[in-house]
């Protein structure tokens, strides 16, 4: 089992930025790929962005591309989502998860392990 905790939301005006952390214990957190999700009211939830076990690969979604940035800290067992240039449309519950593969990344189904999530509010 992978236990994960995020934190690091809020409210911020367009234009501003945050950092997210996810926090994970329990088996070995280089052993995961880790992702980012996010849902707004009413939508599905969808992949935000990724990281490999050692942070040599990244992926994101286009929405997001050259504004966000994921990274990780094996050693404190934590990824991390900077996220700059915020708009309106990025307003939801920010979810992070953990699954045993690097391949097919971005299906939700795919990933094994969850956060309870955290809010992040863009105001205009």
């Known amino acids: 089992q992978v236990q994960l905790v995020e934190s690091g939301g809020g409210l911020v005006q367009a234009g501003g930025s945050l950092r997210l952390s996810c926090a994970a214990s329990?088996?070995?957190?280089?052993?995961?790929?880790m992702g980012w999700f996010r849902q707004a009211p009413g939508k599905e939830r969808e992949f935000v962005a990724g990281?490999?076990?050692?942070?040599?690969?990244?992926d994101y979604a286009d929405s997001v591309k050259f504004r966000f940035t994921v990274s990780r800290d094996n050693a404190k067992n934590t990824v991390y989502l900077q996220m700059n240039s915020l708009k309106p449309e990025d307003t939801a519950v920010y979810y992070c998860?953990?699954?045993?593969?690097?391949?097919?990344?971005?299906?939700?189904?795919?990933?094994?392990?969850w956060g309870q999530g955290t809010q992040v509010t863009v105001s205009s």
């Open positions: 998860a953990a699954k045993s593969s690097w391949v097919n990344v971005i299906p939700r189904t795919q990933y094994h392990y």
């Open positions: 329990g088996r070995t957190f280089s052993d995961y790929f």
């Open positions: 990281i490999n076990w050692n942070g040599g690969r990244a």
